[in-house]
């Protein structure tokens, strides 16, 4: 177990806060492995009806992988330490599974920075309840280090209305609460103002009610108007051509601040790992969250293979001159094969390390 992850059983509902706060929680692998066995042993204890995952601090919920430890690790000169990061993404992504098909109502309290990994780790099944609050701030930026929408993005982002998967992915740009409803990415508002009411509610509730009052208790809240919403056909008319370099185009045509925005944020992105966005999104459309799970594994190995992700932290964490030397450097220069190299799995499927899910 890890200092980072306190869990306690109250009134039969389980408990997870997240304590790394100046972190802004960001997931190691001992609090990965400590989330799911926190999940694991609840999900069969009669006495544990629902589960609560939230923050010790209203800044974030979680702000995704510890991307200095990738970075750390990826670039060692030993092996030792390659197994742990092939251990943290094979693990990370089980836990994403085991949330969202957990069969008792998970609710994530995602108040604060929401990104990347956080979002895997908040994003319930049908039975979950994801609570989003005016301190939200949501992302999947994973194109800004070099990677990618993991965590089952391909699954969740691919199944957004219209196009905003594509705008959320390829752009990795920082949407709301009201965006978050908007794009299927949350189910609630609740007020930051009325969270500490919210928490005296989950303490007092029994576990079998404590979604329906959840609910209950959000429904006077609104969270506003939704820009992604506001941009819907923009959005749809750019996101909606035939590639990354159509899309640029097409925004390039556009001189309307947003979509002078999303194009300036893409300049910086990295062309290759654009690409693969841009294909994996296609192909999780038409998969199982398993499937996409299993498939996004593939694509990190391939990814710090090729290094990309390592100079993405570099540039923005590391040395923070916020110039990655991307591999590529243009669009123009990605070629379909390298595309593909990412999707070619280094394992038979009966040895991918997802092969049980």
């Not at 997931?27 to 010790?56: E, K």
């Not at 556009?254 to 296609?282: H, N």
């Not at 199982?288 to 299993?294: E, P, T």
């Amino acid at each position: 177990m890890t200092d980072f992850v306190k869990t306690h059983v109250a009134n039969g509902t389980g408990v997870i806060t997240l304590d790394r706060p100046r972190s802004l929680n960001s997931l190691s692998l001992d609090m990965v492995r400590a989330l799911t066995d926190a999940l694991l042993a609840w999900r069969d204890d009669p006495r544990v009806d629902a589960v609560v995952l939230r923050s010790s601090s209203e800044k974030a919920l979680c702000a995704g992988g510890d991307i200095r430890f990738f970075y750390d690790v990826g670039t060692a000169p030993t092996t030792g330490g390659s197994a742990s990061l092939e251990d943290f993404f094979t693990e990370e992504y089980r836990l994403n599974h085991l949330i969202y098909h957990y069969p008792k109502p998970y609710v994530a309290l995602m108040d604060g920075v929401v990104m990347g990994g956080g979002l895997g780790i908040a994003e319930a099944g049908p039975s979950g309840l994801r609570v989003v609050t005016d301190g939200t701030k949501m992302a999947m930026p994973e194109v800004n280090i070099g990677l990618f929408p993991d965590v089952g993005g391909s699954y969740f982002l691919s199944r957004a209305p219209g196009k905003l998967g594509y705008y959320l992915g390829l752009t990795g740009l920082t949407v709301r609460a009201a965006d978050a409803l908007y794009a299927g990415l949350a189910d609630t508002f609740v007020p930051q103002a009325q969270m500490p009411g919210l928490a005296q509610l989950i303490e007092a509730t029994p576990g079998a009610q404590l979604r329906d009052k959840l609910i209950a208790f959000a429904a006077p809240f609104a969270a506003g108007a939704a820009m992604l919403e506001t941009e819907r056909a923009t959005i749809d008319r750019h996101f909606g051509a035939s590639g990354v370099q159509a899309i640029m185009d097409s925004l390039a045509s556009d001189q309307g601040e947003f979509a002078q925005k999303a194009l300036a944020a893409m300049g910086k992105r990295s062309p290759l790992l654009m690409r693969v966005t841009f294909e994996l999104l296609q192909r999780g459309a038409t998969m199982d969250l398993a499937g996409c799970l299993r498939l996004e594994r593939v694509l990190v190995r391939r990814n710090f293979e090729h290094g990309e992700v390592l100079e993405g932290i570099r540039a923005l964490v590391i040395d923070k001159d916020n110039a990655p030397k991307w591999n590529p450097p243009t669009l123009g220069e990605v070629t379909d094969e390298m595309v593909a190299k990412f999707f070619a799995s280094p394992w038979p499927d009966r040895a991918h390390p997802l092969r049980e899910l």
